[in-house]
């Protein structure tokens, strides 16, 4: 007697969601050295878009939207640096015009970073490409990263992929063996920089993670369903005035 295999098959149509970016390229004070080009800055966003296609999501940004900055105290920042809080607060403060604030400088923590994001602004380093891009629009949507393993929490004891840790994106045809920490680093939320990440689930994986509290600050690192994917993703970030309370 044949078995019988009843598959289900759901489709979801998303209207496209627009997001409009202000980026600055950091220069010199005098104008000069610029971290890097417009046309690259093109080329970066470009490729996130080709990962945002999967929300229905494009950030938008045109050469005119693209300004050079004067700051040199700002092209290489470093979060132990006693300037770096004042630094911040500076960069927080340029327009925003409704719009991500984007800035690009040479490098973060000595080259060890290549992207973070505030509440006000993200900043990318000059080395950054698209997936760092769509991670950090991630971020801005109010998504968080994803860990196997962090602070002393591990979810190691997950075993292969199922269904209570990935409901909303339960499918059945993962490769069989496929360990749930394996499936964690093809993300794009996935909190550390490898090549090729850049899946967004439906809804929640189970993963180590950072909840944030009502500001975007991050609260103690716990282990659960993390918020990584359509299902907690504002598809139009705006980043807020410096001055919004």
């Known amino acids: 007697m044949k078995q019988k295999y009843l598959y289900a098959l759901g489709i979801i149509i998303l209207m496209c969601n627009t997001a409009f970016s202000g ?106 490409n698209g997936i760092t891009f769509a991670h950090e629009f991630g971020h801005a949507g109010g998504l968080s990263d994803i860990f196997p393993r962090r602070d002393g929490l591990s979810i190691t004891d997950a075993g292969v992929v199922k269904e209570e840790y990935m409901p909303k994106d339960w499918s059945g045809y993962y490769p069989p063996g496929l360990l749930h920490t394996n499936l964690i680093t093809r993300l794009l939320m996935y909190g550390y920089r490898v090549p090729g990440k850049g899946d967004i689930p439906l809804g929640r994986i189970y993963g180590v993670y950072a909840p944030k509290d009502e500001d975007g600050d991050p609260l103690p690192t716990t282990k659960g369903m993390a918020p990584v994917g359509l299902q907690d993703l504002n598809r139009q970030p705006m980043h807020r005035d410096f001055d919004d309370p």
């Open 23 to 128: 980026i600055y390229i950091v220069c010199d004070d005098d104008g000069s050295t610029p971290t890097t080009t417009k046309k690259h800055v093109i080329s970066v966003v470009t490729d996130a878009n080709r990962i945002l296609r999967q929300v229905a999501s494009t950030i938008n940004i045109t050469t005119d939207g693209i300004q050079y900055i004067n700051r040199s105290a700002w092209k290489h920042l470093n979060f132990t640096d006693i300037t770096f809080p004042q630094t911040l607060s500076d960069m927080g403060k340029l327009p925003r015009g409704g719009s991500l604030r984007i800035i690009i400088v040479d490098t973060i923590n000595g080259s060890d970073l290549v992207g973070f994001n505030t509440r006000y602004l993200t900043v990318l380093a000059k080395n950054a």
